[in-house]
């Protein structure tokens, strides 16, 4: 028996899915706009996903969520600052094109006028607050013929991938030994300043004797480290209160497996 057809269903709307390669199958849609209205920045969907193979059979799975960021955090809500993190203000016409997990980099365009060419430079912030979204220009080039300024640099993930690690003085390897954020904070130490702050929550997560790979980026040993342990790096840019800097806040979270299921063909009884 082949499979017949798959769905997926994300806030009682459903539709089919697309067969990619071999049993994996995959679709997009639009994020359900969310009813009742709080200050989360995110709302977390239960999605079903049922096959039907050509006999008629139905398997259903519903262990699967999906996060969706509200409409009102994009694109409004992106703020430019200086390399301290004194803010300066929204970015309200501006396109923004940044990638997190692949590049780790992003590229922002946005009018040539006094104003930004005063404000937006060379190790100058933008983030939204709240989210992952954000980094360090490292790069600015002035169009005039376009009468734009192209900003480019890596966002706070690619940040890490700017460091290497290397081993101890006198020792072939780097070895950590404890709870997963405490080790987090040690890799990331002082290498960015007051800028990334690692959570002191217990993961309750110990790890003994964990070996880091010689002279690897700094975000290769500490995605090697936690998914070692089922966990992932959570990124969050949180703005300071009063007269305090915003900083760049990084901790261990468990990874929750949000891929489509596959789809196995069902034997014959």
Avoid: C
């Amino acid at each position: 028996m082949a499979v017949k057809t798959v769905k997926a269903s994300v806030a009682n709307r459903e539709e089919e899915l697309s067969l990619k390669s071999g049993i994996r199958y995959a679709g997009k849609r639009a994020a359900p706009s969310r009813q009742l209205k709080t200050s989360e920045t995110r709302s977390y969907y239960p999605v079903r996903v049922t096959a039907e193979d050509d006999s008629g059979n139905i398997t259903t799975d519903e262990t699967q969520t999906r996060e969706v960021y509200e409409t009102n955090v994009f694109p409004g809500a992106l703020i430019h600052a200086t390399p301290e993190g004194w803010e300066l203000g929204f970015l309200r016409e501006a396109d923004l094109d940044m990638d997190l997990g692949d590049t780790n980099d992003f590229e922002l365009i946005v009018p040539l006028t006094e104003e930004v060419k005063e404000n937006l430079w060379y190790g100058y912030q933008i983030y939204m607050p709240g989210t992952e979204y954000g980094g360090l220009i490292e790069d600015v080039e002035v169009v005039t013929e376009e009468n734009q300024i192209y900003l480019r640099g890596y966002t706070w993930r690619g940040l890490l991938t700017q460091k290497v690690v290397e081993p101890p003085a006198g020792k072939d390897y780097l070895t950590l030994s404890g709870e997963l954020n405490k080790l987090l904070g040690e890799l990331i130490g002082n290498r960015f300043g007051s800028l990334l702050v690692v959570e002191d929550t217990d993961t309750g997560v110990n790890v003994n004797n964990w070996q880091v790979d010689r002279y690897v980026t700094l975000y290769e040993a500490v995605r090697k480290l936690l998914e070692s342990e089922g966990y992932r790096l959570e990124i969050t840019y949180r703005q300071g209160q009063g007269l305090e800097y915003g900083t760049v806040h990084l901790q261990a979270v468990p990874i929750v497996d949000l891929s489509l299921i596959h789809i196995s063909e069902p034997t014959r009884p």
